[in-house]
Nanobody, 115 residues
Framework: QVQLVESGGGLVQAGGSLRLSCAVS????????LGWGRQAPGKQRESVAS???????NVEESVKGRFTISRDNAGNTVYLQLNNLEPEDTGVYYC?????????WGQGTQVTVSS
């Protein structure tokens, strides 16, 4: 019912920045949560950040201060600003839609950070 398409990934040098976008479509209730997760090679997918329809945000400690999540007022796009990137940030970044947690996932966008 809900579709999500990520974009904005790419190759960036350590210390650089990237802005990821996720287009959200489909029938959705007014109250919901949008978020981002990532998966590095050989590791489980992990939470990165989320933002509720009231604007409340949650950012994981591992990226707090470097990553910022935001959304448009209609909830049609969710963004993830990546600053001061490190090689350890390399992985596939997925956006999600849900309530208490993810219910729908996008296909992901690759982020590669070189040293």
């Amino acid at each position: 019912q809900v579709q999500l398409v990520e974009s904005g990934g790419g190759l960036v040098q350590a210390g650089g920045s990237l802005r990821l976008s996720c287009a959200v479509s489909g029938n959705r209730p007014r109250v919901h949560t949008l978020g981002w997760g990532r998966q590095a090679p050989g590791k489980q997918r992990e939470s990165v950040a989320s933002i509720a329809s009231d604007g409340y945000t949650n950012v994981e400690e591992s990226v707090k201060g470097r990553f910022t999540i935001s959304r448009d007022n209609a909830g049609n796009t969710v963004y993830l600003q990546l600053n001061n990137l490190e090689p350890e940030d390399t992985g596939v970044y997925y956006c999600w839609y849900g309530f208490l947690g993810p219910n729908y996932w996008g296909q992901g966008t690759q982020v590669t950070v070189s040293s």
